[in-house]
Each structure stands twice: as C-alpha cells, then as structure tokens.
C-alpha cells in the first residue's frame, strides 16, 4: 500500500473510533440493576436518586443516576441541578459523592459527578475548587464540566 494510502486509512480508521466511542457514550441508556447469583440487586439507580435527592439542600433535581462497567471497573454518573449563585462547595461535593456510593448495592470505582445549574440546566458548574478541598487520599480528577473520583470510597470522601 503506497504511504499516502496507508496514512488516509489510517486517519479513517482513527475518525471511525473517535466517532464511534463519542457516539456510543452519549446514547447509553442507564442499565437496569443487574442480578447477583443471590438475586440482589446489584446497583439500584432509583435507591441512589432518592438519597442524593436528600443529601445536601442545594440539591434540586437529581437529573439522572447511571451506573455503567467499563471493563473491570463499575461507574456511577450522577447528574444532579443545584440551587444559589455561590460556587459549589466541597461539602455539597461530599454530600453527593458520599452518598451515592454508600446507596449503591454493589461496589464502584469510579464516580463522575456533573453539576448544572438549576437556572439553567445547559450550564455544567466548575467543581475545581470544590475538588481541591477533598482529603488528601481522594484521588480525582477534574475535567470539562466533571469530576471524576477515582477509587471512590465514602468513608474516605467523608475524610473518616
């Protein structure tokens, strides 16, 4: 294969796996609980929205709980609108985090957490300060309208 040829396949090739991993995270459906051999529910999204719901008071609407695995690790999404002008704060951060895993039926070793605004639910909200006053043993990371915590544990989170 000539080296042009071999380059636009190339190139062909990558769009078609960019185009594909874009598309195909943005259609996934929330899964339905899944069974374990005992027939407990393994995660239980609607357990999970109710107490986020509950968890902090800027809380207005918990948009949607999605719990997805990738590979050997489970994750939860958690969307949730807030209210009031002021940055969100770690505590509020917590308080989500904290509680969704402790909800969960099943272990998770990711939760990636978006916050919009309840004015105006287009609008992801900058969690980066809210990040940085985590403890010291979270390990996240901040993204474009995210924050992913990694190794989730809420005993941790809750710095116990």
């Known amino acids: 294969m000539p080296p042009r040829t071999a380059r636009l396949s190339a190139a062909l090739l990558t769009a078609a796996f960019a185009a594909a991993v874009v598309t195909g995270c943005a259609g996934i459906p929330a899964p339905a609980p899944t069974e374990t051999h005992q027939g407990e529910a393994t995660v239980s999204p609607e357990t ?3 107490a986020v719901a509950a ?6 609407d918990v948009i949607s709980v999605q719990v997805v695995q990738s ?3 489970r994750i939860m999404n958690v969307a949730v609108a807030v209210s009031g002008d002021e940055p969100v704060s770690t505590e509020t951060v917590v308080n ?11 272990d998770v070793q990711y939760i990636v957490l978006f916050v919009r605004d309840d004015d105006d ?3 992801l909200l900058d969690l980066t300060d809210a990040a940085a006053g985590l403890p010291p043993e979270v390990d996240y ?3 474009d309208g995210s924050l992913e915590i990694i190794g989730a544990d809420a005993a941790e989170l809750r710095g116990r």
């Open 48 to 50: 999970v929205t109710g």
């Open 55 to 60: 968890a902090d008071p800027r809380i207005t």
């Open 71 to 73: 590979g050997l690790a």
């Open 96 to 106: 989500i985090a904290a509680t969704a895993l402790e909800h969960a039926k099943s």
């Open 121 to 123: 639910t287009s609008v």
């Open 141 to 143: 990371r901040v993204t």
